[in-house]
């Protein structure tokens, strides 16, 4: 992501509760920023489409700090599933 976090997809291998591994794909779906416990921050989204599911996991990384993970969105039909934002970050040296 850091070199070109533009790019048209991602796909990121994912070690499920049983331990096997699925690769993820996600597609760039645009630039954001948002208000977030921690404060606003400058994000690039992600989106995740599982059609067959109808579930829709939206992830939002912020390029200033080092592309971290600072929410993560998900639902299934129409009723939200799952949401995790950023309350607070420290850097550990």
């Known amino acids: 992501m850091m070199a070109n976090p533009e790019q048209a997809h991602y796909v990121y291998p994912v070690i499920s509760t ?46 200033e700090m080092d592309y971290l993970l600072v929410k993560l969105y998900q639902t299934k039909g129409d009723v939200e599933q799952f949401e995790a934002q950023l309350k607070s970050h420290q850097y550990l040296k």
């Open 18 to 63: 049983s331990g096997s591994i699925k690769n993820y794909v996600y597609e760039y779906d645009g630039a954001e920023e948002l208000v977030l416990p921690y404060g606003l921050v400058k994000t690039i989204r992600l989106k995740r489409e599982v059609v067959d599911k109808k579930r829709v996991t939206y992830a939002w990384f912020a390029p």
